[in-house]
């Protein structure tokens, strides 16, 4: 088996690892939600030696993942561990999660998922970072995107860019404050949130 490789991912890593870098300096444990084919996993524990970074997927993705850690043998990446929406999640200690490209391919129903576990999950002043394409006000904000939607419903009609406003109420019923909302290369943003020291997980 070949390692899967996602030419997107090598364009967005540098722009998304500046601001880990400055958003994750005092975080130490980090649950990545999606990992796909593993590179951003390999390339921001390199980059941010004192995270340990573990990756997780759904089980058909682990394989691909494990290609590049073993490549890679990093002592901060852990074997990838299998995440999946649809099924009880791991029990796995993180004071962030990082998620890039995904809440559009997850039907709407997992992305609510996801916001559930967090809000059972994510502890005291923990942070969640997502990058991807979204819309604002109902509306596409860029020809591109639109076009990208298109082929995502065409290939499966439950995946589709999401909205940040039901995005972000998703993020407030489980406890996650906007911190941060920024633009990205190719119409791609980068949210992030944090629960209130105030709460528990």
Known sequence: MDKPHAP???RNSEPILEILRERFADRHEVLEIGSGTGQHAVYFASALPWLRWQASDVAANLPGIRLWLDEASLANT???V???MRKPWPDIPFDAVFSANTLHIMGWPEVQQL???LARRMPA???LMVYGPFNYGGQFT???NA???TSLRAGNPASGLRGFEEVNAL???AGLALLGDRAMPANNRCLIWQRSAAQRG
Do not use: K, Y
Request: no cysteine.
């Open 115 to 117: 916001f559930a576990e």
């Open 8 to 10: 997107a991912t090598d």
């Open 142 to 144: 860029s020809d591109s």
């Open 78 to 80: 852990p074997p990838p």
């Open 171 to 173: 993020a407030a019923s």
């Open 125 to 127: 002043g923990g942070l």
């Open 82 to 84: 299998e995440v999946d």
């Open 147 to 149: 076009r990208f939607d």
